[in-house]
């Protein structure tokens, strides 16, 4: 008999991943709720998402997904928010306590870019993996569809994190905001700083004073997160973020091992848009990036002209 058991995170998206990667497509969403803790009418408010999850077959003995309780990244809103709801939301964040009311709102369980998702696994570990929804009509597979090549979010108050190693996403950020003839706003955080740039904490309220800052300057907002094992610099702090655009920054001469193991911690907590790929004329064999799933977008210091290497 199918079991069933709840489970909470921070976005739909990676409850999603670790039922599949526990369950695989034995597991589905049968109920989901938002829940929002604190705030006030919805502003500076923590949103999380707790599902109902009803399993074939009962649970997996060695990984039971349901005694995990690890926190889910956010999905980045697509819509550019206002820079009074920007500033409201700094004020409240540095104001709100960890409790206060709790609403609960049923949200839909359907997600059209799962499949996809899961098509680009499908690639990358060489298996077939069919969801076939109840009542479909099978039918011949269509041609699947090149994915277009990422462009830099620009507009005024766009928030862009570059995620990487060292100061690989400083040196990537420099080059954006030079393709923008400098006109974009400029921080860094986690485990690298420099001289005369500022530094932020990548899930404080101070972000989001720089980004309505930004705003009104007519600017996007880069910030070069250097990621590391523990504290600020941790990629569980980019659970709280809601960036317009995510950049991941892989050195294409690195060991595939090495930089997938960052970036799978990385996406657990966040979902990433793009790749900006540097050192790709030191090896031999650039196109290793392209296992990672996501479409290159940047190629040292310059807009991609491939989603692929």
């Known amino acids: 008999m199918p079991s069933r058991f709840q489970l909470r995170g921070h976005s739909l998206e990676a409850l999603r991943w670790q039922l599949f990667d526990t369950y695989g497509h034995r597991a589905r969403i049968i109920r989901a709720e ?21 399993v074939d077959g009962g649970p997996a003995s060695n ?65 077939s993996l069919e969801l076939s929804p109840a009542g479909s009509v099978e039918g011949p597979e269509p041609a699947p569809a090149r994915p277009a090549v990422p ?11 570059l995620v990487g190693l060292r100061d690989q996403p400083l040196r990537t950020a420099w080059s954006m905001a030079g393709a923008l003839d400098g006109q974009a706003e400029l921080r860094t955080s986690g485990n ?35 990621i590391g094992a523990r504290g600020a610099s941790s990629p569980q702090a980019l659970s709280s973020l809601r960036p317009n655009q995510l950049w991941l920054v892989v050195d ?3 060991k595939p091992e090495d930089t997938e193991a960052w970036v799978r911690q990385a996406a657990w907590h966040a979902s990433p848009d793009a790749l900006a790929v540097v050192g790709s004329t030191e090896t031999a064999t650039p196109e290793t990036v392209n296992a990672l799933g996501y479409p290159v977008g940047w190629v040292d210091g310059y807009p991609a002209t491939s989603p692929e290497l």
Request: charged share 25%.
């Open 34 to 54: 938002r829940i929002q803790t604190g705030g006030l009418f919805g502003l500076g408010a923590t949103t999380s998402f707790e599902v109902t999850v009803e």
């Open 252 to 254: 294409a001469a690195h």
């Open 63 to 127: 990984k039971p997904a349901h005694t995990r309780r690890r926190a889910a990244g956010p999905r980045p809103d697509a819509r550019r928010r206002g820079l009074a709801e920007l500033l409201a939301d700094a004020d409240d964040a540095d104001s709100a306590g960890p409790g206060g009311p709790v609403r609960r709102t049923q949200v839909s369980t359907e997600k059209p870019g799962f499949d996809a998702i899961l098509g680009r696994l499908t690639e990358r570990i060489g298996t």
């Open 192 to 226: 690298v700083r420099s001289n005369g740039v500022g530094h932020v904490l990548i899930d404080s309220a101070e972000v989001q004073k720089v980004q309505a800052l930004a705003a009104v300057d007519g600017k996007p907002l880069l910030i070069a997160f250097s």
């Open 151 to 161: 462009r830099l979010a620009a507009a005024a108050g766009d928030l862009v994190v």
